[in-house]
């Protein structure tokens, strides 16, 4: 609803990204003011349209990704109240969440897949991620919060990969005068969104904000999971600012920090359900096969 209001509230702009009045969104035009001719004012109107598309196009799409993710995040609505007694017609329902529309995976299937599936690693990385996010909710709304996700998952995409990768990324880290990236002082002139990068400090990376506390006791993935999709859908809240959809660079920052969040936990659990279901459905046809 919301991105049809404001689809409605520009109606130069068509659902196929391509402006009324001029290209693709965002395109730099292939002409310059001397080459265009004419009079200076329409030259200049012409060179402001890319640049309007491109300001519609980072309103409507701002909302649609967190409205999107949150979707992912929170769970799913109640079950309907139970059918009339007197009606066969409506059977009561087990459950409602199904996976592909086919499958209802039960606590027992579920318990199989964490114990057979899930590696011990990810519920540590998963617990990393979700207490190192929690941090991020005390920020303001706005770029202050997207650039410290930005910063957050470059040094979470660091620590967990592996030797080679870590050096290549060494290299480029910037220094640090102390061993809390936070307390350095601001060059005069510097770009926050030029800011998202690794520090080190000596010969190691040291962390802005990935928090990576030693665990003393086995973490329950479960648990730790849905703390995770709790802290995102808080933190997608923070994200549908004006002052994101009006810088160009935040706005991007955005984008690559919602990818690599698909990549990272969306994408992963979405293919581990959908194989987990896909059996359960192949075993069901070959009990029916069995049976008849």
Known sequence: RICAALELSFPGTRDDGVSRRGGERGDAPAESADEIGGNGAEAEEQFRVPAQAAHRRRILVTPRICLRRKRNWEPPPPPPPPPLRGNPELPPLASTSSRLNAVLIGEAELCDYVRDVVPELRTT????????????????????????????????????ANSAMQ??????????ECVYPQLNPREEGEDEAAKANLYRFGNEVVYLHLQTP?????????EVLFSLCDVLSLLYNKFVDEEIWQNSA????????DSRIKHHVINLLAKELTDLSTQILRNEFSALRAAN
């Open 250 to 257: 935040v706005f991007d920052m955005l984008v690559k920090a």
């Open 214 to 222: 030693h665990v003393a006791f086995e973490l329950d993935y479960r």
């Open 167 to 176: 050096m290549v990324r060494y290299t480029t880290a910037r220094n640090s």
């Open 125 to 160: 990385r998963f617990f990393y991620l979700a207490l190192s996010l929690g941090k991020l909710l005390d920020m303001p709304a706005g770029a202050v919060t997207v650039e410290a996700l930005w910063q957050l998952i470059q040094e979470y995409e660091y620590h967990f």
